[in-house]
């Protein structure tokens, strides 16, 4: 008898060949998969609409098939996994779950990488949803314990994005910029966002659970996105393959927290400063309904944003609240 677990499981790894057969992004007719899979073509057309109701950007031209546009291999190839290996780390991979982040937190372990090819919960900040569109970008969160009290842990989310911004700069990308206190930007267009989770003893003994989101290979406009946008294929102009991006920026945070656990936030300061958007800009800090402004100055040693109203230094936490850039008049 076949049961529900098993076929789930069998249709997923049929998902996985259909999206592995298209990483190499020519034209495969319908017959032709379904030939590869041993399945009827009806059956393929159905995976196809699931593929792209997850957001995967195929497109179907008559008489040639379906093609991926901006192509990439799945995150659990046999070499992929030997580098993380190397980099010591617990990894735990699913083609669709609700949120890595949440994944990591019912069993959090330290040095843990859990990634998702698809998220159907995906969250940001305050709440936010994070749009995941099936293999397409990177959504992965890392399991970090550390015996920092929660007091010295404000300026982490700013950590991990000079982590990615580090990374990527490895990697040939420019232009970079940090907006406070969790975003990565490319001329004010959204790249990545970070999102840190605690749990544990507030004296020390933290199970710290780091989400990232990092726009890869996205081009189609994702309704669920309010703010604009890029990607790295954007930038480059051309697909970019999400392991080697993934293996550098989990070296750098891995670097990074070492830092940070021994030197705290103020080793980072300058660096931060270097990235910051806001920096020397009219900005307007948000909390719930009420408001303020002021002229962005960086951020202090534990990486509270700083904020010169009226000729007074004041001090912004980050919390719940948000940060536009040039809405002072």
Not at 11 to 39: F, M, N, P, R
């Amino acid at each position: 008898m076949v049961t529900t677990s098993n076929q789930s499981e069998h249709k997923e790894q049929q998902l996985k060949q259909v999206i592995t057969l298209l990483s190499d992004g020519e034209y495969h007719s319908g017959q032709k998969i379904a030939d590869e899979l041993s399945v009827s073509r009806a059956y393929i057309w159905k995976l196809i609409q699931q593929l792209q109701a997850y957001g995967l950007e195929l497109e179907s031209v008559s008489g040639k098939g379906y093609i991926w546009q901006s192509p990439s291999s799945l995150l659990s190839d046999n070499k992929f996994l030997l580098a993380l290996k190397a980099l010591d780390v617990n990894y735990n991979y699913f083609l669709a779950t609700d949120s890595t982040n949440q994944k990591l937190k019912e069993n959090f372990k330290d040095k843990a990488l859990v990634v998702a090819e698809y998220q159907t919960s995906g969250r940001g900040r305050r709440g936010r949803n994070w749009s995941s569109p099936m293999a397409t970008n990177l959504y992965c969160s890392y399991g970090w314990k550390t015996e920092l009290p929660v007091q010295q842990m404000g300026g982490l989310s700013l950590i991990v994005g000079i982590s990615i911004v580090e990374a990527l700069e490895r990697i040939g990308f420019k232009n970079l910029q940090l907006k406070w206190p969790n975003d990565v930007r490319v001329q004010q267009k959204k790249l990545a966002g970070v999102l840190v989770e605690l749990n544990g003893d507030a004296s020390g003994d933290l199970e710290v659970v780091t989400g990232i989101g990092l726009n890869i290979n996205m081009q189609t406009e994702q309704r669920a996105i309010e703010q604009d946008w890029t990607s790295l294929s954007k930038l480059n102009g051309k697909p970019i393959e999400r392991q080697g991006v993934l293996l550098t920026i989990l070296q750098q945070l891995q670097i990074n927290l070492e830092k940070f656990e021994q030197l705290g936030f103020v080793f980072f300061q300058e660096i931060w400063n270097r990235y910051d958007e806001s920096f020397e800009q009219a900005v307007e800090i948000i909390r719930g309904k009420d408001s303020i402004k002021g002229i962005a100055k960086g951020v202090d040693q534990v990486g509270a944003l700083l904020l010169e109203r009226n000729g007074v230094l004041e001090t912004v936490y980050a919390g719940e609240v948000s940060l536009r850039v040039g809405e002072v008049q």
